[in-house]
């Protein structure tokens, strides 16, 4: 088991196993947290190269910095889809403290579609990508995903898979129970003939 696991196993099912997980684009944390590396690490360590007896103040300011750093890579991380072997499920982190996911079965999976659109998301190769659930008008986006047409080809993957073995899973088992009841009935004819 890898560490993936232990950090999402809060969104699984019994024996369901994550096969992927999609990210967000490491171009969005770069943006979103630049502000943060600007101003609460370069410039503290301009200012102790300035003024080096001021340690402690730059220091706290550093610590600051580097807790904002962290905030915002936990929530570029867990900003996710997982793709396991029963379906997708969308993580989304909200803030230090609250996360909500939405669950999508494949065989609930209407269509999959990806869009990339302006020069930056063409150049760094990110865009949206999008899953329509069946019988229903909502839609689970991955904003900014990293290489969306990779992501859309493996969950049509995964989901071809899944559906193959639900189909044989349950191909296997009216066979079994088609068996069943031709031996009860057959049975029952013998019994009924030894009785006349």
């Known amino acids: 088991m ?8 809060g969104h699984l099912d019994d024996d369901e196993e994550i096969l992927e997980i999609a990210h967000r684009h490491f171009f969005i944390l770069f943006k979103a947290s630049f502000k943060v590396f600007f101003f609460g690490i370069f410039l503290p360590i301009c200012f102790f190269l300035l003024f080096p007896k001021m340690l402690l103040i730059w220091l706290i300011w550093v610590v600051i910095g580097c807790f904002g750093m962290l905030y915002h890579f936990v929530d570029w991380y867990f900003d996710a889809w997982l793709l396991t072997t029963t379906g997708v499920v969308d993580v989304e982190k909200n803030g230090l403290f609250s996360r909500n996911s939405t669950r999508v079965e494949y065989h609930m999976i209407e269509g999959v579609s990806y869009e990339i659109d302006g020069v930056l998301p063409t150049i760094f190769n990110y865009g949206d990508i999008t899953i329509d659930k069946m019988g229903t008008s909502t839609s689970v986006i991955l904003s900014d995903a990293a290489n969306p047409k990779k992501i859309e080809r493996k969950v049509m ?8 073995e639900k189909s044989v899973k349950d191909h296997n088992a009216l066979k079994n129970m088609l068996a069943d009841m031709i031996a009860y009935h057959v049975q029952n004819k013998k019994i009924s003939k030894r009785k006349n």
Do not use: I, N, T
């Open 2 to 9: 890898d560490l993936s696991f232990y950090l999402f196993s």
């Open 157 to 164: 993957k995964y989901q071809e898979e899944f559906v193959s």
